[in-house]
């Protein structure tokens, strides 16, 4: 079965600084990746995904994210932070057949210090 | 705004109680997600539907059911209620296998 891993709970970061946040999966296959945000008390927003391709992916908000196959890894990335970005990310992976479900990590808080 | 609505926004209940939550998607998604959202479990998918059609099943409780209609709004149905069904559930619809869009959600608070 399929698992992501997102090991920073907590991230506190100062406006203007770069971001990463990190997310590490397992699943046999080249599977789905995907970033979301959530704001407190709203549902969650689609940042940006990888399904084949260039492994350097764009999305909304000026976010990136790069897929290594070589690290299982799917990491997000913002150059400067805005004090609008304090959220909680969450990666997910979905599976590559049959059925979409997604498995999501745990999640990062990000704080962003003025 | 994602196009998936919710309702209702929150739902405050006694244990052993039914309730529905319903979703609709966006125009023209056929796939229909349900997950689950707590502090101890985290995001969990439930149950996915496509076209009417049940697709894939994930940590669903016997007590809960959904269905997807002729109009591709989906209900799911949580009954005897209990204190730790407390969460938030969400819906997600998608264009077959591509990417999810996720609704506002349904905060259900069981006393």
């Known amino acids: ?114 | 705004d994602s196009g998936v609505t919710q309702t209702p926004k929150h739902l405050i209940t006694a244990t052993g109680q039914r309730v529905t939550l319903r979703c609709s998607p966006r125009s023209g998604d056929l796939s229909v997600y349900w997950y689950q959202q707590s502090l101890d479990q985290g995001l969990q998918f439930l149950i996915q539907y496509y076209n009417g059609e049940e697709r894939a099943k994930g940590n669903i409780l016997e007590r809960f059911s959904a269905q997807q209609f002729p109009d591709l709004h989906s209900e799911l149905n949580l009954s005897s209620l209990e204190l730790g069904d407390s969460a938030l559930y969400f819906c997600a619809s998608s264009v077959g296998n591509t990417e999810q869009y996720f609704g506002p959600g349904t905060r259900l608070t069981v006393t």
């Open chain 1, 1 to 114: 079965a399929q698992s992501v891993t997102q090991p920073d709970i907590h991230i506190t970061v100062s406006e203007g600084a770069s971001l990463e946040l990190r997310c590490n999966y397992s699943y046999g296959a080249t599977p789905y990746l995907f970033w979301y945000v959530q704001s407190p008390g709203q549902g969650l927003q689609l940042l940006l995904k990888y399904f084949s391709g260039d492994t350097l992916v764009q999305g909304i908000k000026g976010f990136e994210a790069e897929f290594k196959r070589s690290q299982s890894s799917f990491n997000l990335r913002k150059p400067s932070v805005h004090w609008s970005d304090a959220a909680e990310y969450f990666c997910a992976v979905g599976l590559t057949g049959g059925g979409n479900k997604l498995t999501f990590g745990t999640g990062t808080q990000l704080k962003v210090e003025l």
